[in-house]
């Protein structure tokens, strides 16, 4: 038996092992694409059924306490635009600020140091001293600022997993609770936060070269989770206040 039958064959296994493995994975696709089929469909099965059974111990009018829905209190509704103006002045003022100086910063060193030097003069460091940890502290401040400007306007990733599974009559109630849901999830986010800036400020941890401590900057991150939450419990509250999903907005 020479190489050249040995390789062939070894070939024709792999091609006839490679096509059996194709036939196992698409058997296997499909039947999973059936299971969530099936897994949907009863999934609604159940809720309609326990809907139905709900429904008469469910009081026709909510009570006297729960907010209206429809029409949130002008006082809320103000200081949710002003809230929302001032996430967007201080998300604008940290990065308009390190655009300058990382621009300030580039141009010294690349343009006024050298053309100095040209004519004769030794100018030393024409940079901005620190202008990259500045920036990465502006950075920092800006980005977790935006993580309460995208809530108020939508603009975040919403994912469509799950959509669908419940009636369309429970839509609201289902927004509704969603919100909590997700504000209570945002709320355990920013006291991990919190416990993270208070480490920096129990071991004094201080930035490097600047030498100024760093927990005055890292508060941004706890508190844009904690305005992200306050505006979800906030739309739970009054879902007029929410802003429309992306695919409704112009």
């Known amino acids: 038996m020479d190489w050249k039958s040995v ?19 698409r058997a296997v696709w499909g ?14 099965q159940a809720l309609d059924i326990l809907h139905a059974r709900l429904q008469p111990w469910l009081p026709e009018r909510m009570p006297a306490w729960w907010p209206d829905p429809g029409r949130p209190p002008p006082a809320v509704r103000q200081a949710a635009e002003v809230w929302h103006q001032g996430e967007c002045w201080l998300a604008v003022a940290a990065f308009g600020f390190m655009t300058a100086i990382l621009l300030l910063d580039v141009f010294g060193r690349e343009f006024v140091g050298p053309f100095l030097r ?15 940890k500045l920036s990465v502290f502006a950075l920092v401040i800006g980005s977790f600022a935006g993580i309460g400007i995208a809530t108020a306007t939508g603009s975040h990733l919403v994912p469509r997993f799950a959509f669908g599974w419940v009636p369309a009559s429970w839509g609201p109630a289902m927004d509704r609770i969603a919100d909590v849901l997700t504000g209570l999830f945002l709320i355990a986010v920013t006291w991990y936060g919190f416990k993270f800036v208070g480490s920096s400020l ?10 100024w401590p760093v927990w005055p900057v890292q508060v941004a991150i706890p508190l844009g989770f904690l305005s992200a939450a306050g505006r979800y419990f906030l739309y739970a509250l009054w879902p007029a206040l929410k802003p429309l999903p992306p695919e409704f907005q112009e």
């Open 202 to 211: 129990k071991t004094e941890l201080r930035a490097p070269v600047l030498d």
């Open 7 to 25: 390789l062939e064959r070894l070939r024709q296994g792999a091609k006839r092992l490679r096509q059996r493995l194709e036939q196992i994975a």
């Open 31 to 44: 039947a999973l694409r059936q299971a969530r089929g099936a897994l949907r469909a009863r999934l609604r």
């Open 118 to 132: 040209l004519i004769g003069i030794e100018p030393g460091a024409t940079g901005i001293f620190a202008a990259q």
